[in-house]
């Protein structure tokens, strides 16, 4: 340690989910933090997401009389996840250590001070597999005043949810004109906002509320945090990882770390070359990951002699790319009535509703067959006229820009939208006669979709008999296209039961933590519900992080 220029007992790389929580948990046992992050802005891709934790068992499931345990959690994640030679991140010790854990972690959040509370109603992505929980698993943390951060509130990363309420009611408010309940939460959102501005709140949500609250408990509890603070090396002497390499005032600056280090810096969602080695066919500009998610520490692990593992999997989020905005995720959109999903031919190919790692795969898988990046969304009028559409607001009245661009589709006839787009007519006509003989029947006889809670959750309430097949019969007839997009990547190091960063002989890097995208996930190549990345993503910066304490007093 003495080569080093300043020495803490834990030092964190990056600032996104699980940082925080790890630091919270070295300066409850009096220890000195430093985390680091390479951006100029505070919370990763976890402030800009939706900010949802899966934690089975958790505390707030327990107080609604939500049934579930540790054993139904496994029976879950052994039918969703199961075991595969190339998932190393997903063994069932792994799993169990998971499951064990994550609801201690919250525990530990709330005594800390962090507001958190349960959705009510957000389905497994496979409610009908053995343990799975139609309520839902899901934990969030409740709306944050981010004027409470005083100095700090500029350096926070904002989130995609310009409209500040509970993601619940905000997920409500596109069917405004076919739900009063919708129209009522309308009101009660605009009142909200008003309130804010005449008593000098700025509340935000979702990521944002859950980092906002982290932030605020790690500044207030001494966490020191550097931004703009790049780490190029990871030290290790005689086995152990010591310390790192960082910038400081533009010069190299050698932090000591005593108890441990760990990597929570994100994956490789913007380095396309990366991409194009292990996740071909799919791009950084339709990624929503944060800016600093460039595959760094992925190289610098790798140097160490690390494992690396899931490389090929990614978040993946289905989105259209509307002119002049950022990508828009159509998952929801898709899931509505009057709306399918079909490939260049004009073939439709999978359930446009359910989880949406599962979607992009196979999104991927058709285009190794036949042309499917991208696929396009066929809807009918009255699908523009009650439902959004790419970054629009329900009803017919388009952008010009949009059919200037070629984004909009537009037919009078399902043939005509077909030539528009450059399928074949027959086969479009076809696939739609098809369908709509599923939906007037109540029944997707070839891709089920509707058959579990959670498509039908997607889909809207409202409307009968299914709240997710709808018939596509009236014009005109339109389309946009959708691309395999994502949240971030979903592999990296792997790791085992106390987070430690192993090698590929099974043996760790003493000292050495890993978490969040980082690593190759404990999910596998799935996603069992919503928050399957933050969630672990905060549960093993919470084991990392006592698990170094143990080491440290032995």
Same mark, same amino acid.
Request: net charge negative; proline share 5%; glycine share 14%.
């Given at each position: 340690m003495d080569s080093m220029d300043e020495t803490y007992d834990f030092v964190v790389v990056g600032s996104g989910g699980g940082s925080m929580c790890a630091g919270l948990i070295m300066r409850e046992a009096g220890k000195s933090v430093l985390i680091l992050e390479k951006t100029d802005l505070i919370g990763g891709s976890t402030a800009k997401a939706g900010g949802v934790m899966w934690v089975p068992n958790n505390r707030f499931m327990a107080a609604d009389g939500v049934e579930d345990s540790p054993e139904r959690a496994m029976a879950y994640l052994d039918a969703v996840v199961g075991d595969h030679n190339d998932t190393p991140g997903a063994t069932r010790d792994r799993r169990a250590a998971y499951v064990e854990n994550a609801p201690r972690m919250i525990d530990f959040l709330v005594k800390q001070g962090i507001r958190l509370r349960r959705i009510r109603s957000w389905p497994d992505y496979y409610d009908d597999r053995a343990g799975g929980s139609e309520p839902g698993r899901t934990v969030v943390a409740e709306l944050f005043n981010l004027n409470e951060l005083g100095d700090l509130k500029a350096k926070l990363r904002p989130n995609n949810f310009p409209i500040a309420g509970p993601l619940d009611e905000l997920m409500q408010l596109p069917l405004f004109k076919r739900s009063w309940r919708s129209r009522y939460l309308m009101m009660k959102t605009a009142l909200r906002t008003v309130s804010a501005r005449l008593t000098g709140k700025h509340w935000v949500t979702a990521g944002a509320a859950l980092q906002g609250r982290m932030l605020q408990q790690a500044a207030g509890k001494g966490i020191e !945090?550097?931004?703009?603070?790049?780490?190029?090396? !990871?030290?290790?002497?005689?086995?152990?990882?010591?310390?790192?390499?960082?910038?400081?005032?533009?010069? %190299?600056?050698?932090?000591?770390?005593?108890?441990? !280090?760990?990597?929570?810096?994100?994956? /490789?969602?913007?380095?396309?070359?990366m991409r194009d080695e292990h996740i071909p066919n799919t791009s950084t500009e339709w990624t929503h990951a944060a800016p600093g998610d460039t595959g760094d520490m992925h190289r610098e692990l790798a140097r160490l002699g690390a494992a690396m593992a899931q490389m090929n999997e990614m978040v993946g989020n289905q989105m259209t790319l509307p002119p002049g905005v950022a990508p828009v995720g159509v998952q929801m959109q898709l899931a509505k009535p009057h709306?399918?999903?079909? %490939?260049?031919? #004009?073939?439709?190919?999978?359930?446009?509703?359910?989880? &949406?790692?599962? /979607?992009?795969?196979?999104?991927?898988?058709?285009?190794?067959?036949?042309?499917?990046?991208?696929?396009?969304?066929?809807?009918?009028?009255?699908?523009?006229?009650? &439902?959004?559409? *790419?970054?629009?607001?329900?009803?017919?009245?388009?952008?010009?820009? @949009?059919?200037?661009?070629?984004?909009?589709?537009?037919?009078?006839?399902?043939?005509?939208?077909?030539?528009?787009?450059?399928?074949?007519?027959?086969?479009?006509?076809?696939?739609?006669?098809?369908?709509? #003989? /599923?939906?007037?029947?109540?029944?997707?006889?070839?891709?089920?979709?509707?058959?579990?809670? &959670? %498509?039908? @959750?997607?889909?809207?309430?409202? =409307? *009968?008999?299914?709240?997710?097949?709808?018939?596509?019969?009236?014009?005109? /007839?339109?389309?946009?296209?959708?691309?395999?997009?994502?949240?971030?990547?979903?592999?990296?190091?792997?790791? %085992?039961? =106390?987070?430690?960063?192993?090698?590929?002989? #099974?043996?760790?890097?003493?000292?050495? &933590?890993?978490?969040?995208?980082?690593?190759?996930?404990?999910?596998?190549?799935?996603?069992?519900?919503?928050?399957?990345?933050? *969630?672990?993503?905060?549960? @093993?910066?919470?084991?990392?992080?006592? =698990?170094?304490?143990?080491q440290a007093s032995t």
């Open positions: !945090i550097r931004t703009d603070a790049p780490v190029k090396e !990871i030290l290790v002497e005689d086995g152990a990882a010591v310390g790192l390499v960082t910038v400081k005032d533009g010069r %190299d600056w050698r932090v000591g770390a005593r108890c441990g !280090i760990l990597v929570n810096a994100g994956g /490789f969602a913007h380095n396309q070359a709306a399918i999903l079909v %490939d260049q031919s #004009g073939e439709r190919y999978l359930n446009e509703g359910g989880s &949406y790692m599962e /979607f992009c795969q196979g999104m991927l898988a058709r285009n190794e067959e036949v042309s499917a990046i991208p696929s396009w969304m066929v809807v009918d009028t009255r699908f523009l006229r009650d &439902y959004m559409i *790419g970054s629009t607001m329900p009803g017919t009245g388009k952008p010009q820009s @949009w059919y200037d661009s070629n984004y909009l589709r537009k037919g009078e006839t399902i043939e005509q939208l077909a030539t528009a787009c450059g399928m074949d007519p027959a086969r479009l006509k076809a696939n739609v006669d098809r369908f709509n #003989g /599923f939906a007037r029947n109540g029944r997707d006889e070839d891709f089920g979709r509707g058959n579990r809670a &959670y %498509d039908r @959750w997607l889909g809207d309430r409202t =409307h *009968g008999p299914s709240a997710t097949l709808g018939t596509i019969e009236e014009g005109p /007839f339109f389309a946009v296209p959708v691309v395999p997009g994502d949240v971030g990547t979903f592999g990296g190091v792997v790791t %085992d039961t =106390h987070a430690r960063v192993l090698r590929d002989d #099974g043996t760790p890097i003493r000292g050495l &933590y890993a978490t969040g995208t980082t690593t190759a996930s404990v999910m596998g190549r799935t996603y069992p519900g919503a928050g399957c990345s933050i *969630g672990p993503s905060f549960t @093993w910066g919470f084991v990392a992080a006592r =698990h170094a304490l143990e």
